[in-house]
């Protein structure tokens, strides 16, 4: 893409920097709205919407992608072709068309990534807090295990093909995660109001 003189490295910095700015926005504004309209977004629930995030930042990704490969001097192979003058001419797309992809992945995380971590340690019991983290780290992992498996098809004129599976990947997960785990969210709620009840009982 064009990059006009913009680091590539810029960009991967935009994701923890979208963390950092929508993080207090998501704890100190959207929850507590929620709350006030009493619209319930339990952990299970914020999880899986942090997959949809993730799907939708990776289904964008495609897009892009598919831009690239429809836009010339080199289409499908970028920086390859006689038309790229030796790799400095890159094919007609701006750079910062991708920014959306990484800021969708910061919400994504906030509410995946966080409230697992958040779960993880508030349901383990007191002596398996830290290895209910180890297994959370051990599963990223994994994920980390499995992107190098796939990375010798992380290559022109494939990465259309690589972003949409892992976009169908994600929103298989979603689901089958949701209609799965959601019955734990009510397993909450009712423990949450029995406590609130209790409390009041005992004030009365």
């Known amino acids: 893409?064009?990059?006009?003189?913009?680091?590539?490295?810029?960009?991967?910095?935009?994701?923890?920097?979208?963390?950092?700015?929508?993080?207090?926005?998501v704890q100190n504004i959207l929850y507590p709205y929620l709350n006030r309209r009493k619209i319930g977004f339990p952990p299970i629930a914020r999880i899986a919407t942090g997959f949809v995030f993730m799907a939708m930042s990776i289904a964008i990704a495609a897009g892009i992608q598919d831009l690239i490969y429809t836009s010339g001097p080199c289409y499908d192979m970028p920086l390859t072709c006689a038309a790229s003058e030796g790799r400095t001419i890159p094919n007609t797309v701006n750079v910062l068309i991708q920014t959306p992809v990484y800021i969708i992945m910061a919400f994504s995380e906030l509410?995946?990534?966080?409230?697992?971590?958040?779960?993880?340690?508030?349901?383990?019991?007191?002596?398996?807090?830290?290895?209910?983290?180890?297994?959370?780290?051990?599963?990223?992992?994994?994920?980390?295990?499995?992107a190098m498996a796939i990375s010798t098809v992380d290559i022109d004129?494939?990465?259309?093909?690589?972003?949409?599976?892992?976009?169908?990947?994600?929103?298989?997960?979603?689901?089958?995660?949701?209609?799965?785990?959601?019955?734990l969210d009510k397993i909450d709620d009712k423990l949450n109001n029995a406590v609130i009840n209790g409390d009041q009982n005992g004030q009365s």
């Open 1 to 25: 893409m064009e990059s006009y003189g913009l680091p590539n490295d810029l960009f991967k910095t935009l994701n923890p920097i979208g963390c950092i700015i929508f993080g207090p926005v």
């Open 111 to 146: 509410f995946a990534l966080a409230t697992g971590y958040e779960y993880a340690y508030t349901k383990a019991p007191q002596r398996m807090k830290s290895f209910a983290q180890a297994v959370s780290v051990f599963m990223a992992g994994i994920g980390s295990a499995l």
């Open 157 to 183: 004129p494939h990465l259309m093909t690589l972003y949409t599976s892992l976009t169908v990947v994600m929103v298989v997960n979603a689901i089958p995660f949701w209609f799965s785990f959601r019955k």
